[in-house]
């Protein structure tokens, strides 16, 4: 039986794919994961970004800590398995985040 190379996605530049192709097994495993990461960063970022854009300041959530500004967003980190809330806003050119709890996993 054999087996054909995955094919790349169209949008992925050249130098990145040959780069990928040159790579062994473990080091792609690394780029999988430091590109999913990297992803999340700047989704996360997009979002606080958006977010301190608007004008509106909705009202302070019951549970934000005093130390917490209420523009803060709630994520997600997944830390040895593990899955937990983080409160997470920016300053000038600088994301804060402070935990907030472990998330449920009946949610």
Same mark, same amino acid.
């Given at each position: 039986?054999?087996?054909? !190379?995955?094919?790349?996605? @169209? +949008?992925? *530049? ?10 062994? *097994?473990?080091?792609? &495993? #690394?780029? @999988? ?5 990297? @992803?999340?960063?700047? =989704? &996360?970022?997009? %979002? ?11 009202? %302070? *959530?019951?549970?934000?800590? #005093?130390?917490?500004?209420? /523009? @803060? ?6 830390? +040895?398995? +593990? %899955? ?5 806003? %920016? =300053?000038?050119?600088?994301? /804060?985040?402070?935990? /907030?709890? !472990?998330? +449920? *996993? #009946?949610?």
């Amino acid at each position: 039986m054999s087996y054909e !190379p995955p094919t790349p996605p @169209a +949008n992925l *530049p050249t130098e990145i794919i040959n780069t990928l192709n040159e790579s062994d *097994p473990e080091q792609l &495993r #690394d780029v @999988a994961t430091y590109a999913e990461a990297l @992803a999340e960063y700047q =989704e &996360r970022e997009a %979002r606080l970004e958006e977010s301190a854009d608007q004008e509106e300041v909705e009202e %302070r *959530p019951d549970d934000l800590p #005093d130390d917490v500004p209420a /523009k @803060a967003t709630i994520t997600i980190k997944e830390i +040895n398995d +593990n %899955r937990y809330y983080y409160w997470q806003w %920016r =300053e000038g050119d600088s994301v /804060k985040s402070k935990y /907030k709890g !472990p998330v +449920n *996993p #009946d949610e």
